[in-house]
């Protein structure tokens, strides 16, 4: 509890200082996460054009990337509950050392059935902001040990602007196929970029190895579980927040891991088109994050997210709409920048429904909620895609996520803690 004190005493007064403030434990965990979303951008842009590269079907490719998603989700089901009792840094260490040995087999390989499983345990493609996949709630919960209650917002904020920022630059390097595609031609051009992905877990995992895992005591576990009511009510908020998450995860899937296979698609596109317009977006997306963080100090968590979101959600609706690939990737841009932006404080709002000791348990509802629905939507946008309909995903995918920022505001607007802290 010290550190959190710590913590709040030195936010006052200075928001602005983005690392002063901040416990040692968020500063190696933001390092770890900024090392590891390099790889991650990279293959946002290109592991999907890889695989079309490879002559593989949109709806195959699709259900790569839903499998990663599905799978990524099972684990943090398992995994999140148990990190509030075992603490965190050994799951995390094992994550990084996974990505580590499937970097290194689809480096040095492409046979379909060792590729595919590099994929789904590397969660390739999938866009993942820095986080360490099915073990994202981890990270999460272990930083809202060390950050103050009215912080979050601010704290989570920043955190995922950093890995913004390395997912723009390693969006920016999937440049590099078409580079030396002199050298190395066809699908042989791509596979240097999953060096990227070993040496940026690798980067990662010193990181994580220097963090001081925080666990709570047995006695403290006993002296935070007040009463069975509380247990309830936490349960209650967590179970609205997963049903309501639900549509926001369609809405993602259908749009966000195949887009660079649709811009290749729609308007003849390669990596060297692409990768800048995807590097652009998360650039705006970390500095979007940054207002958001102080948004929520102005006007409270929930309305902030609605409101970049509602703006995202026009822009979703011109995308497709866009004649030429110039002003398509303006709308990409401008709404990614607006709906990224508020991870932070969405996963802050998401810790802040429990008490301590549940920290864990709420971040893998949050993130399961999102990522189990949002695997669906590779496999449904790819089976549109191979259908001719380039534009329906859009459409559906802006359908769910109006009904979710309506329930968003609607239901947990009276219970954002950034408002009355």
Not at 34 to 44: D, E, I, T
Not at 53 to 73: E, Q, R
Not at 166 to 188: D, I, K, Q, Y
């Amino acid at each position: 509890m010290g550190a959190v004190k710590e913590t709040k005493a030195c936010f006052s007064g200075r928001a602005m200082n983005f690392f002063r403030p901040v416990h040692r434990n968020a500063k190696l965990l933001m390092a770890s996460r900024a090392c590891r979303s390099l790889g991650q951008g990279a293959l946002f842009v290109d592991f999907s054009l890889y695989l079309k590269a490879m002559h593989w079907t949109a709806p195959v490719i699709g259900s790569v990337l839903m499998s990663g998603l599905l799978l990524g989700a099972l684990l943090s089901l398992l995994v999140g509950p148990l990190s509030d009792r075992l603490g965190r840094k050994h799951f995390l260490l094992v994550y990084e050392v996974v990505q580590v040995a499937a970097a290194g087999v689809a480096f040095l390989t492409a046979y379909p059935p060792l590729l595919v499983m590099a994929a789904v345990a590397g969660g390739y493609g999938r866009g993942g902001n820095g986080s360490a996949g099915p073990f994202a709630p981890l990270e999460q919960s272990w930083i809202a040990q060390v950050v103050a209650e009215r912080e979050r917002g601010w704290v989570y904020s920043i955190n995922t602007a950093i890995s913004f920022c390395g997912m723009a630059f390693g969006a920016f390097l999937a440049m590099l196929p078409e580079v030396w595609s002199g050298r190395l031609t066809g699908a042989l051009a791509f596979r240097p970029l999953f060096l990227i992905v070993l040496l940026g877990s690798l980067m990662s995992l010193v990181f994580i190895w220097l963090a001081e895992d925080v666990k709570l005591s047995r006695s403290e576990i006993a002296g935070l579980q007040e009463s069975r009511q509380k247990d309830i009510h936490e349960n209650r908020q967590l179970m609205k927040l997963a049903a309501i998450n639900s549509l926001n995860g369609i809405g993602i899937g259908l749009v966000g891991p195949m887009i660079a296979y649709w811009f290749a698609i729609r308007f003849g596109e390669g990596p060297l088109a692409i990768g800048p317009v995807i590097g652009l977006s998360f650039l705006l997306a970390g500095l979007s994050s940054v207002f958001s963080g102080h948004l929520t100090h102005r006007i409270g968590m929930i309305r902030a997210v609605v409101t970049l979101r509602l703006i995202g959600l026009i822009l979703l609706a011109l995308i497709p709409l866009a004649p030429v690939y110039w002003l398509a990737s303006l709308f990409y841009i401008l709404r990614a920048a607006c709906n990224l932006g508020t991870a932070g404080a969405r996963q802050a709002f998401s810790i802040s429904l429990v008490r301590a000791h549940r920290r864990g348990l709420a971040a893998t509802f949050n993130n399961i909620s999102v990522q189990i629905p949002r695997a669906i939507g590779p496999l449904a946008a790819g089976l549109f895609y191979s259908s001719g309909m380039l534009l329906t995903p859009f459409f559906v995918a802006m359908a769910f996520q109006a009904g979710y920022l309506a329930l968003y505001l609607g239901i947990f607007q009276a219970a954002d803690p950034s408002l009355f802290s």
